[in-house]
């Protein structure tokens, strides 16, 4: 070939791909110049996905937010991904989040063409996309997973084929556009649901008919399907199977994952592992997303801040956030068999407007950019109906709320190179106490320093209490507090729980076993066990049940014996209902060191209605043993004598 027909024929390729594909602006090398401390991932493999959803964009910038680049200048928030390291964006697709008038629903109001839009930008910058189905005309998650309105009323036959030509039009439409389509999910965290079907015979038809029109239209495109809670034990490993079982055409088994919620690294590593394994398939995370600030900006409350009751493994800030990322890329990439990918979950959802919960809310109802608008209350009565209003994840973005990006968004880049900065403090890891009401409040004399490599150290830290702060919590009830103080120049909190503490073991027989509730059953009742049923608890699922249809048999004593326990004065209380009884001889009692020193009388008179016998004023020395408990006797009538214990509470009165 001559030099001229060669250079032609480059460019012409070139061509050819830039029309394709765009102009990647995606950095095959580091970038350098950031402060973020990032431990580098080994060897993680080629095509590797960095995901971002950015579902929302659409809506978000026609509520007139504005997305910059480093430089501080304003930029397409596309391009400034793909510049930070972002190869695949991912974007949700409902069928038709409208109202009978044309109001969107909001959740940026997601249907094809927000997709072919969004597709489209992503594919000028050289990004693929993940279409994300839900097959619904609104959020489709665990909780729920509702049938879109046009196809209520169809069989799974009819709705089958509608999944099937739903699917083809919009591939052709995102196709026609120019979007680069990788993968496509049929069905959006169906665990064990989708579009208002509930039996994997129904369901399995519907992600056939995803599938067979993505191979039809997109064949080079993954087909994943995608699951949540891969902490509950044996779920992943059933959805498996059924798959399986059923023959579903699937290259991707993908799973959210929300360190809040969802587990240890090691048991998401473990469940994907084994289904890679087992059915050779490819696995990843489809879902993450981390705080990087505790501060809610939009005037709608944030699903996560401070003080929660999740797990926080990491602080709320910039660094702990691309730590979080870094962590979890590390465990798909190098410890999860075939694993192809993580994807952050709405990095570019951020707050609009700004001045107050009256202005933001306008917005969001005009443009759909908070998570559901009430034009979403018909389809969505339970949820949409009753929580509409803004963005729950605004501090779990990858912009702040100025739309300027955090140092964060580079961990897509820098996870390949590292970045080891220098090690310093980034954040105190927060204090939790549990107090009783009548016990002491001691404060930690030293807090862990969580430094920006994720280690941790101790330092000294100083408490902002005063006595009367003290002396107020002492009296103020049962009630969490927020102690304020300052370790290594940075800000500390110790949560502290003040309680009425409950010395007894399993009060509520929770754990579904007796541990150390000893039963003596005098009569020889033909029921007598923990019952799983939370309807006929006082509270939570289990309660001690008893039935016996034999006269005089119920007669029995339920009982714990508690050593060790602090000397002071304490109160028994502890709950029954039944019905049948007859005649009856139902106490409660104490004793200490074997011999009984006060009893409290009760009965059993209906369903549902309880009755708390209470003991107060026990007397105990440290050392003594005290035996708290309940003696039923009923001679019983009509069907037999039955009943419930629940929820017994032993309290410190001084
Ligand atoms: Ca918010």
């Known amino acids: 070939m001559k030099k001229t027909a060669l250079i032609l024929a480059v460019i012409i390729a070139c061509s050819l791909i830039l029309t394709a594909c765009g102009e990647s602006v995606i950095p095959n ?72 008038d044309g109001n969107g629903y909001g959740g940026g109001n997601n249907d094809i063409e927000k997709a072919v839009e969004i597709g489209k930008r992503a594919a000028k910058y050289g990004m693929k996309l993940i279409v994300d189905f839900h097959y619904s005309d609104f959020w489709a998650d665990p909780a729920k997973q509702m049938v879109p309105k046009a196809w209520a009323k169809m069989d799974i036959e009819q709705k089958t084929e509608a999944v099937y030509e739903f699917t083809k039009d919009c591939l052709k439409k995102l196709k026609a556009a120019g979007a680069d389509v990788g993968m496509v999910q049929v069905g959006n965290e169906t665990n064990g649901s989708l579009c208002g079907e509930k039996t994997w015979f129904n369901i399995q038809y519907l992600m056939q008919a995803g599938a067979k029109a993505t191979r039809e239209i997109c064949p080079k495109a993954l087909v994943a399907v995608h699951f949540a809670n891969p902490e509950k034990s044996g779920a992943y490993a059933d959805y498996a199977w059924r798959l399986d079982y059923y023959k579903v055409d699937y290259d991707v088994f993908a799973s959210s994952y929300y360190p809040y919620w969802h587990g240890t690294l090691d048991n998401l590593s473990t469940v994907l592992s084994e289904i890679a394994e087992k059915y050779n398939k490819k696995v990843m995370v489809m879902e993450t997303s981390y705080a990087y600030t505790s501060d809610d900006t939009d005037f709608y409350g944030n699903t996560i801040s401070d003080g929660g009751t999740y797990e926080k493994n990491y602080p709320y800030t910039v660094q702990g956030q691309a730590n979080s990322v870094r962590n979890i890329i590390d465990t798909i990439a190098t410890k999860t068999k075939n694993g192809i990918g993580v994807v952050y979950w709405e990095g570019t959802w951020i707050t609009v407007g700004g001045n107050s919960w009256e202005e933001n809310s306008a917005i969001w109802e005009k443009h759909g950019s908070g998570w559901a608008s009430y ?75 969580v430094m920006n490599d994720d280690s941790k150290r101790a330092v000294p830290v100083k408490w902002e209490i005063t006595d009367e702060m003290l002396s107020e919590m002492y009296s103020g009830g049962v009630k969490k507090y927020d102690i304020k103080g300052s370790a290594d120049g940075l800000e500390a909190h110790c949560y502290v729980s003040m309680v009425e503490y409950n010395f007894m073991d399993n009060y509520s027989f929770e754990t579904g076993e007796m541990g150390t509730w000893e039963l003596n059953d005098i009569g020889g009742a033909d029921e007598l066990y923990i019952e799983k049923k939370a309807t006929d608890s006082l509270t939570g699922q289990y309660h001690m049940h008893f039935w016996s249809a034999k006269s005089n048999s119920v007669e029995f004593t339920l009982e714990q014996n508690l050593t060790d326990l602090p000397g002071g004065k304490y109160k028994f209380s502890i709950s029954i209902m039944g019905g049948d009884g007859g005649e009856q001889d139902i106490y409660s009692y104490v004793k200490i060191d074997g011999e009984e020193v006060q009893t409290c009388h009760t009965e059993i008179n209906g369903y549902n209605s309880w009755n708390t016998p209470v003991i107060r004023d026990i007397v105990i020395d440290e050392g003594q043993t005290l035996t708290v408990g309940i003696y039923v006797k009923c001679a019983g009538e009509g069907n037999g004598a039955w009943g419930k214990i629940d929820d017994a509470l032993l309290n410190s009165m001084s």
Not at 34 to 61: C, H, N, Q, R, T
Not at 379 to 388: C, I, R
Not at 412 to 428: Q, R, S
Request: with cysteine; charged share 30%.
């Open 375 to 449: 034009f979403a209350s018909d389809y969505d009565p339970n949820d949409a109906g009753k929580y509409y209003g803004g963005c729950a994840v605004d501090n779990q973005a990858f912009f702040d709320r100025y739309g300027k990006p955090l140092q964060s968004l580079r961990v897509f880049n820098l996870v390949k190179y590292g970045n080891e900065v220098e090690i310093k403090a980034d954040a105190i890891e927060d204090e939790n106490l549990i107090v009783d009401l009548n016990g002491k409040i001691v404060l930690p004399e030293k807090v862990n320093a």
């Open 29 to 100: 090398k580091k970038i350098e110049g950031s402060d973020l401390y990032v431990k580098k991932v080994e060897s993680i493999p080629d095509g590797f996905i960095f995901g971002m959803d950015a579902s929302s964009v659409i809506a978000e910038e026609e509520s007139g937010v504005k997305y910059y680049n480093f430089d501080g200048e304003e930029q397409d928030v596309f391009k400034t991904l793909a510049q930070s390291g972002v190869n695949h964006i991912r974007v949700r697709v409902w069928n038709d989040p409208y109202d009978a």
